[in-house]
């Protein structure tokens, strides 16, 4: 038993002194400390890959707001090019149907000084050759009267919308000339 013991204490004592031996050993040492840059070296690379991994996600994150966020806008823009187009085509049928009833009235309101120049044509043809002359003469004032409305009537197809009430006025005023010319016509009979 003491045999034991002593063999024990020397075993420790040789364990002890091979630790004390190896803590003043440069060699060891460097080895410890490459052990522990190796570990510190492992540790940074965990640590770079959980924050590359975070990076990437918040990436991914980002990309996939920004797609929605597009994708969101792009459906708002479309939406409102449709609305703004269903109120470009209403205003667009508000002046064309504007349009056909200037159109609609001046064509009306030709025809009854159409009308009245037919029948002053053919009151004339029974005239003396002097009326007849007369007849003639206020009959080119009043066929240039009658081409300038037909020319504002024609016009009206390439005016926009600003420009509509414009031409009606100037269409009155053309029939207003008008109308004093085929009266002149209509007197000289």
Known sequence: MIRSKWIA?????????????????P????????????????????AQAEAQKKIDEARKEANQDTREALNEANHETAEAQKNANEKIRGANENVLEKKNDIKEWANKKLGEIDTRI????????????????KFERALEDVDAKRDTVRGRIASLDAQGASALDDVKNRLDKDFSEFQTSVKRLEGAL
């Open 9 to 25: 204490g020397v075993a420790l004592g040789s364990v002890v002194a091979l630790a004390a031996c190896n803590q003043n050993n």
């Open 27 to 46: 060699q060891a040492e460097e080895e410890r400390a490459r052990a522990a840059q190796a570990q510190a070296d492992e540790s940074i690379a965990k």
């Open 118 to 133: 037919d029948e002053s044509k053919t009151r004339a043809q029974k005239a003396t050759p002097t009326v007849k002359e």
